[in-house]
């Protein structure tokens, strides 16, 4: 499967811990980005990587939480000090970075859940 | 990015056409319409998207109004793997800063045999 990868899939964690997550895109992607969905709603953008630059941060990104992309291949998601409002779906996308107007490609997603 | 607005839920036929309405009427010149859709627990998919013509691929239609202030995704023969949560958004395609998908609420496509 040549998609884009996500692991976990799935985090149950206590509240206070800290918890990293990884994305791999689609082969030779530069643009990755990060998305939170909570249930029933559309997923939220986070964030997002032109290879290893971090271009953009959205304001959901508290400082409890930092994106890396070292090498400008895969990705990881850190949140410190877990609240139990920071249970979602946490989706990484991935796109060519040779147009404008890409197309993203989703991954499966990592659940989190903070009890 | 405009936003759109799309009818909460729907149901349709197996084997039946799925027609999807999606309103946009803010939608600037420059800006696209992107159709992703979310089956339970999978992250989005992309389907299909246009900025002025109809498009066609091997998933669905794309039929975009004359003033593009309004489009419809056709899935010509719905099955239940098409039950899913369906995103009608509009983007602008930039240069530089191309990112973030706005998802709005979707619409929620149930298939039923």
């Known amino acids: 499967d040549t998609g884009v990868s996500q692991d976990p899939r799935h985090k149950i964690t206590k509240r206070g811990q800290n918890v990293t997550f990884r994305c791999d895109p689609i082969s030779e992607h530069n643009r990755l980005y990060w998305y939170r969905q909570t249930l029933g709603q559309g997923p939220e953008f986070l964030t997002y990587?032109?290879?290893?630059?971090?271009?953009?941060k959205s304001r959901l990104l508290s400082d409890r939480f930092s994106a890396e992309r070292p090498k400008g291949s895969f990705s990881t998601l850190e949140i410190q000090r877990t609240e139990q409002g920071d249970s979602a779906m946490y989706l990484c996308?991935?796109?060519?970075?040779?147009?404008?107007?890409?197309?993203?490609?989703f991954g499966p997603g990592t659940r989190l859940l903070v009890l | 990015d405009a936003k759109t607005t799309q009818p909460p839920s729907m149901d349709c036929a197996e084997g039946r056409a799925a027609n999807l309405p999606c309103n946009h009427s803010t939608i600037s010149g420059n800006e696209y319409v992107y159709w992703y859709r979310q089956i339970h627990s999978q992250g989005p998919q992309y389907i299909i998207h246009?900025?002025?013509n109809n498009e066609t691929n091997e998933m669905a239609s794309l039929i975009i109004t004359e003033d593009r202030k309004s489009s419809t995704l056709i899935l010509p023969h719905a099955t239940l793997r098409d039950t899913a949560v369906y995103y009608c958004i509009v983007r602008v395609a930039k240069e530089v800063g191309d990112y973030k998908l706005s998802f709005g609420a979707g619409t929620t496509v149930t298939v039923r045999a």
């Open positions: 246009g900025l002025k």
């Open positions: 996308a991935s796109s060519p970075g040779t147009q404008k107007g890409e197309t993203q490609y």
């Open positions: 990587f032109q290879n290893e630059a971090q271009l953009e």
